[in-house]
C-alpha cells in the first residue's frame, strides 16, 4: 500500500506533464515514475487525453479510490528556468501531433523503414543504475520533423510512446533554441540536471539508449557543420554530381551555367540592341569583340587551303583522308578552301566526297564553277552565322576556247570584321610561255568584280585596278603551268639527291619564283617554304615523272599563294603535298596556315546560316551506310572460320 500511496502523490496528469515539459522543466528524483508502470495507469485520462485499454483502466480503478483518482496531487513548477512557449497551438491540436523519436529520425537518414526502432514495439524494460534520463538525448544538432497521426481528428489518438517521444524532442528543441541565442553550448552537458537516486531508477528502454548513443556520435561528427538545403533532381543519384542551378544560393537572374561555354544574352541587351549597325566596342554586336574572343580567343583562325589539277578523270580516289585529313596536323581546321582545276564530270559527286570525308561537324558554305574549274568552301557548323554573303566572281582567259579549261575563279566574303578572297585559276601550259601566264595574272586582278554587295572593310587602301587589294586576306592557287629550266636531265640529276638539296637546287630555277622576285606577277604575295618534290608531272597510278616520249619537265606547277593586307595577319604552319593520291597526273598541294580575325560591325549581309543542306544529308548518310558496312565485314571475318588439313 505504500508503493500505491507514492504512485498517488507523485502522479501528473498528462496535461501538466506535457505543459512542464515543454516550459522546459527537467524532472526531479522525487517526480520519477514508478517502475514498471506506463504514465498513466495511476489516474484517469481525460476526455481528449489518451486511453488506455480496458484492462489497465480496471485495474487502476480497483486499486484507486475514487476521491483520490477524481482529484490528483498536480506539483507547482520551479521558477526557474522559465521558456515561454514557442508554438502557438490549443492543446488539443497539440496532443494530435506525433513528433518523430530520434530513432526514426536516424533510421530515416540511414535508409531504413520508419518504423524500425519505434518506440511502439520497443518493451519497457529497466534501466541500470546510472542509466541517463530516459527523455534526454545527449545530441542537439539535428531536429526532429512533425509527422501528423495516422489516425484522424476523430479516431483512436498515437500510443503514449510516440507522445512522449514528441513532447521531448520539442522541449530540447526550444531549450536548444535559447541556448544557441544566449551564446552557450548547444548540448545538455552544460545543464545541471540531478542525479536520479539508485533506489528509484528511471524508466528507459534498449531502444531509446541506443538512440542516445548514437545520437550522441552522430552529434560529435556534425557539429559546427551547417546544414546547406540543396534541391536535387528525382532522376539524379546520390553518387551524381548535383547541377549548380540546383541550390538555392543560384536563382534565375543569375543564369549563367558552368557547363557551357555560351555567354548569357540580357534581355535589356535584346531590347537596346537593333543589331541593323554595329560597333567594335559595342556590347551585345553579333561580330563585335566579345563574340569573337568566346570562339576565338587568340583571334587566329585555322585554314586549309588546297590546289588540285584533277585532269578531267572521271575516277576520284578512295580515300580523300591524305588531301584534307593530313597527318601533320592533330586537330581540324576551321575553314576549308579546295580549288580543282580540270574537274571530273561530275562536280556534285566530288563535293559530296568532300563532305562525307569532313564529316557532319563542317557545312558546305559556298560552291561555284566555271567551266572545269571548282571551287568549294567549307566551314565548322558553329561559324556559319558569323559569315556574310559569300559573292562569286569568274574570268575567262581563252575566249575562243568552247570549255572554259583556262581562267580564274573568285569568292569573297566577310568572317566578323575581316575580308576574305580566294582564287583558284589555271594558267596557259607550256615550257617557254611565260608571257602569256603574266597576261593571265593581269586579266584576272583587273577583270575580277569583287566585292560587289559586300562592304569593302578598309576602302582607303584599296584600288580599282587590282582586286587583291580590296580585301583583308587574299589567297592564290591553282595550276599556275610555271615550269623549271635547264631541262629534263639536270632535273633528274638533283632528283638523285637528298630531297633538302634537291628541292633547294630546283628552286633555284623555277620560272616563278624569278618572276616574283622581279615583281613581274603577284605583288605583294609571299610562299610557304617548299619542302616537297615536284607535283607534275606523273604517270597515272605511279610515282615516277612522265615517261611518255614527250618526256615532260618535272617542275612545281600547284602552287598556294598569300597576301595580307597587315602585316603579319597569315602564319603558314605547312605547305605539302600528297603523293598517296595518283589518279592524276598531278599531286593536290595544300596548306595550312594561322590567319588573324578582327571584329566587325553587324551592318553587313549576313548569311545567316545558310548552307547546302541536300549535300549535307546525302554525304552524312553515306558516311554512314560505308561505316555500317565496314562493321559487318569485321563481323563476317570474324565469325568465318577456316579449316586446314595437314
Known amino acids: ?52 485499454p480496458r484492462s489497465d483502466r480496471s485495474k487502476v480503478d480497483s486499486e484507486t479510490s475514487p476521491a ?18 514557442a508554438l502557438s497551438l490549443d492543446d488539443r491540436g497539440w496532443r494530435r501531433r506525433r513528433f518523430r523519436s530520434s530513432q526514426e529520425d536516424l533510421a530515416s537518414r540511414d ?6 526502432g519505434s518506440m511502439q514495439n520497443a518493451p519497457c524494460k529497466a534501466p541500470g543504475r546510472r542509466s541517463p534520463l530516459p527523455c534526454l538525448s545527449t545530441s542537439l544538432q539535428e531536429i526532429p520533423k512533425p509527422r501528423w497521426a495516422s489516425g484522424s ?20 528543441d526550444l531549450l536548444h533554441k535559447e541556448a544557441t541565442l544566449a551564446g552557450g553550448s548547444p548540448r545538455l552537458a552544460s545543464l545541471h540536471t540531478p542525479r536520479p537516486p539508485s533506489s528509484e531508477p528511471a524508466m528507459a528502454s534498449d531502444t531509446l539508449r541506443t538512440a542516445s548513443r548514437l545520437d550522441s556520435e552522430q552529434g560529435d561528427r556534425k557539429q ?50 537593333s543589331y541593323l549597325e554595329g560597333s567594335l566596342l559595342a556590347s551585345g554586336a553579333l561580330l563585335g569583340a566579345e563574340e569573337l574572343a568566346q570562339y576565338f580567343p587568340d583571334r587566329s583562325m585555322a585554314l586549309f587551303v588546297a590546289t588540285w589539277n584533277m585532269q578531267g578523270q572521271k575516277e576520284l580516289p578512295p580515300s580523300l583522308d591524305e588531301l584534307l585529313l593530313p597527318p601533320e596536323a592533330d586537330y581540324t581546321q576551321d575553314l576549308y578552301v579546295i580549288g580543282v582545276q580540270e574537274g571530273c564530270s561530275d562536280r556534285r559527286e566530288w563535293e559530296t566526297r568532300l563532305q562525307e570525308t569532313l564529316g557532319p561537324r563542317y557545312v558546305l558554305l559556298s560552291s561555284a564553277a566555271h567551266g572545269v574549274l571548282y571551287l568549294s568552301l567549307f566551314i565548322r557548323r558553329d561559324l556559319i552565322w558569323f559569315c556574310s554573303e559569300v559573292e562569286c566572281a569568274t ?76 580585301f ?74 612522265d615517261s611518255t616520249s614527250k618526256q615532260r619537265t618535272p617542275s612545281y606547277t600547284d602552287r598556294v599563294l598569300y597576301r595580307s593586307r597587315h602585316k603579319g595577319d597569315i602564319h603558314p604552319v ?47 548518310k553515306r558516311r554512314i551506310s560505308k561505316e555500317i558496312q565496314r562493321q559487318q565485314a569485321l563481323k563476317n571475318q570474324s565469325a568465318s572460320a577456316i579449316c586446314s588439313v595437314s
Open 1 to 52: 500500500m505504500r508503493s500505491k500511496a507514492v504512485c498517488l502523490r507523485h502522479t501528473t496528469a498528462p496535461g501538466q506533464l506535457e505543459a512542464g515539459m515543454l516550459k522546459g522543466q527537467l524532472p526531479t528524483p522525487a517526480q520519477e515514475l514508478c517502475p514498471g508502470t506506463l504514465p498513466g495507469a495511476c489516474y484517469e485520462a481525460p476526455e481528449d487525453g489518451p486511453t488506455l
Open 68 to 85: 483520490t483518482a477524481a482529484e490528483p496531487l498536480i506539483p507547482h513548477p520551479p521558477a526557474r528556468p522559465r521558456l515561454e512557449r
Open 111 to 116: 535508409g531504413a523503414g520508419p518504423s524500425e
Open 153 to 172: 481528428a476523430g479516431g483512436s489518438p498515437t500510443s503514449w510512446g510516440d507522445r512522449l517521444s514528441g513532447m521531448v524532442s520539442t522541449s530540447l
Open 224 to 273: 559546427g557543420t551547417p546544414t546547406r538545403l540543396v534541391r536535387t533532381h528525382s532522376s539524379l543519384g546520390p553518387g551524381r554530381p548535383r547541377s549548380p542551378l540546383t541550390c538555392d544560393d543560384h536563382s534565375l537572374h543569375s543564369a549563367r551555367s558552368s557547363f557551357s561555354l555560351l555567354a548569357p544574352i540580357r534581355t535589356k541587351d535584346v531590347r537596346s540592341r
Open 395 to 470: 574570268v575567262t582567259t581563252r575566249i575562243v576556247s568552247q570549255i572554259k579549261t583556262k581562267g580564274a575563279l573568285g569568292a569573297g566574303f566577310t568572317f566578323f570584321g575581316t575580308s576574305f578572297l580566294f582564287i583558284t585559276s589555271h594558267f596557259t601550259s607550256g615550257d617557254g610561255k611565260v608571257a602569256e601566264r603574266l597576261l593571265d595574272y593581269t586579266r584576272t586582278v583587273q577583270a575580277l568584280a569583287l566585292p560587289r554587295n559586300v562592304p569593302d572593310t578598309n576602302p582607303y587602301r584599296s584600288s580599282t585596278a587590282d582586286v587583291t587589294t580590296r
Open 472 to 545: 583583308d586576306e587574299v589567297f592564290w592557287f591553282g595550276d599556275f603551268n610555271f615550269r623549271l629550266g635547264g631541262g629534263r636531265a639536270a632535273v633528274e640529276a638533283a632528283l638523285r639527291q637528298e630531297r633538302e638539296v634537291a628541292v633547294r637546287a630546283l628552286l633555284q630555277q623555277d620560272q616563278l619564283t624569278r618572276e616574283m622576285k622581279q615583281g613581274s606577277i603577284f605583288r605583294g604575295f609571299q610562299e610557304p617554304d617548299i619542302v616537297f618534290l615536284p607535283s607534275y608531272k606523273f604517270d597515272l597510278g605511279k610515282d615516277t615523272y
Open 574 to 620: 605547312t605547305y605539302s603535298s600528297c603523293p598517296g593520291i595518283r589518279t592524276s597526273d598531278h599531286r593536290p598541294v595544300y596548306g595550312l596556315f594561322r590567319v588573324r580575325v578582327r571584329p566587325g560591325r553587324d551592318n553587313i549581309p549576313l548569311a545567316a546560316g545558310k548552307f547546302d543542306r541536300e549535300l549535307y544529308l546525302v554525304g552524312i
